[in-house]
T-cell receptor, first 121, second 113 residues
Framework: KAGVTQTPRYLIKTRGQQVTLSCSPISGHRSVSWYQQTPGQGLQFLFEYFSETQRNKGNFPGRFSGRQFSNSRSEMNVSTLELGDSALYLC????????????????????FGSGTRLTVV | AQSVSQHNHHVILSEAASLELGCNYS??????LFWYVQYPGQHLQLLLK??????LVKGIKGFEAEFIKSKFSFNLRKPSVQWSDTAEYFCAVNANSGYALNFGKGTSLLVTP
């Protein structure tokens, strides 16, 4: 089956602009999470969506937002871009199972996409 | 605060040497543990994972890791590394009450011929 697909692969934007990144999860995976990877800070969690609802959010400013559609595809948006937003943005999808009243990730774990390399100039 | 620590930021080994990369976490409850590898220019790939059961888990490419609950550790091992193991290795933790992965800073491994 197809993996996690992220588009576009590369983006160059100017400070002050906004950008939208897309992630299509593996078929059947309803949880999608986003991460920012930079040389200095490593991999940092941005947010996670399940069934069109944001369940968890990392410590990022409000300029970073996301959403999930009914087909589980997700987008993230960064407004008013800053130079420091230059990074590799990774999306991961996971298969969940309902246990204890909650949807939890199964032991298949998380599968990552190839990422979108965003450069802000 | 919840955190994941990888002790070695850069490791250089000769081919056939043994590898052990340390990972410690600070979470109070049940955790799921992962090791991911990122080869140069490629995306994150899952090496192995621990959810429950046997604390010694085997992954792809000859890697294994041992979960020691009392030490809050999940160290990655390989008996004999190859040049093709040159990559960045990330330890990650998912607290069973949460929905995201918390990553360590990563260890850059260089294997010399």
């Amino acid at each position: 089956k197809a993996g996690v697909t992220q588009t576009p692969r590369y983006l160059i934007k100017t400070r002050g602009q906004q950008v939208t990144l897309s992630c299509s999860p593996i078929s059947g995976h309803r949880s999608v999470s986003w991460y920012q990877q930079t040389p200095g800070q490593g991999l940092q969690f941005l947010f996670e969506y399940f069934s069109e609802t944001q369940r968890n959010k990392g410590n990022f400013p409000g300029r970073f937002s996301g959403r999930q559609f009914s087909n589980s595809r997700s987008e993230m948006n960064v407004s008013t871009l800053e130079l420091g937003d230059s990074a590799l943005y990774l999306c991961a999808s996971s298969l969940t199972i309902r246990t204890g009243g909650r949807e939890r990730t199964t032991n298949y774990g998380y599968t990552f996409g190839s990422g979108t390399r965003l450069t802000v100039v | 605060a919840q955190s994941v620590s990888q002790h070695n930021h850069h490791v250089i080994l000769s081919e056939a040497a043994s590898l052990e990369l340390g990972c410690n976490y600070s979470y109070g409850g049940t955790v799921n543990l992962f090791w991911y590898v990122q080869y140069p220019g490629q995306h994150l790939q899952l090496l192995l994972k621990y959810f429950s059961g046997d604390p010694l888990v085997k992954g792809i490419k000859g890697f294994e890791a041992e979960f020691i609950k009392s030490k809050f550790s999940f160290n990655l091992r390989k008996p004999s590394v190859q040049w093709s193991d040159t990559a960045e290795y990330f330890c990650a933790v998912n607290a069973n009450s949460g929905y995201a992965l918390n990553f360590g800073k990563g260890t850059s491994l260089l294997v010399t011929p």
